[in-house]
């Protein structure tokens, strides 16, 4: 069966006239007719839309039989019916793509959510010198949640705009990790602190805080990111 042909029989099965369909669908009663006729195709919304309607899947709404593709009777009607194979395994092709990007980005989602449940908490501390002046050093001490075996961290310290410093979190006792960094050279910059969790192949990186405004080694401005 042609798409139209599918098209035909589905409306009909349910009882439907061509304007109580295209109602449905938002498109006038002459164009459910070229559908059903092949002189025009479904777009991709309403392919979609159809295939909810009928209860079978778009693509098999757009699988064209053999016999719509015979030999045609004149070089005119040949490239219209070639046109038209070429838009609907386009449109095919296009909707195999959406659903495989749609699985990844539910698959990535999924994760995203798994790993952000390896964080229980955070601390961290602007330290001051001995003279209690300037700020000279960041300390933070993260404690992840379950069991943290095979669970690697890294804490990334990184100036607005400029490339970080990666450090590796110590493990401590009590399964905290543990981290500081020198500001000696960043000069009062602004700057942002990361962690990267690893655990088998799942991987997880998340913006922890801000800091701004520390230049005068008495205060400072965070901006928690989580």
């Known amino acids: 069966m042609t798409t139209g042909e599918k098209i035909c029989a589905g409306r009909t099965e349910l009882g439907l006239s061509q304007e109580a369909l295209g109602e449905k669908l938002g498109v006038t009663r002459q164009a459910v007719s070229k559908w059903e006729n092949d002189l025009a195709i479904p777009g991709t919304e309403n392919f979609i839309a159809l295939s909810q309607i009928f209860g079978v899947p778009a693509s098999e709404l757009m ?9 045609p009777q004149n070089e005119k009607k040949s490239f219209r019916l070639k046109k038209q194979r070429w838009v609907q395994t386009g449109i095919g092709l296009l909707l195999v793509v959406i659903a495989i990007f749609a699985f990844s980005q539910n698959r990535n989602r999924e994760l995203k959510n798994q790993a952000e449940g390896w964080l229980s ?4 501390d602007m330290i001051q010198d001995e003279n209690k002046r300037n700020y000279e050093k960041f300390a933070m001490i993260l404690l992840p949640r379950g069991t943290t075996e095979d669970l690697e961290i890294e804490f990334t310290l990184k100036p607005l705009g400029e490339e970080g410093k990666t450090i590796v979190g110590q493990k401590g006792e009590g399964g905290y ?3 500081c960094f020198d500001l000696e050279n960043l000069a009062g910059q602004p700057f942002e602190v990361s962690v990267h969790l690893r655990k088998g192949a799942q991987e997880y990186t998340r913006s922890i ?3 701004s405004e520390w230049g005068d080694g008495q205060s400072f401005t965070q901006t928690p990111s989580i």
């Not at 699988?63 to 030999?71: P, R, S, T």
């Not at 908490?121 to 961290?124: D, G, I, P, T």
């Open 177 to 179: 990790y543990s981290t």
């Open 63 to 71: 699988k064209n039989g053999g016999e719509i593709f015979m030999q």
């Open 121 to 124: 908490s955070v601390e961290f």
């Open 209 to 211: 805080v801000t800091i």
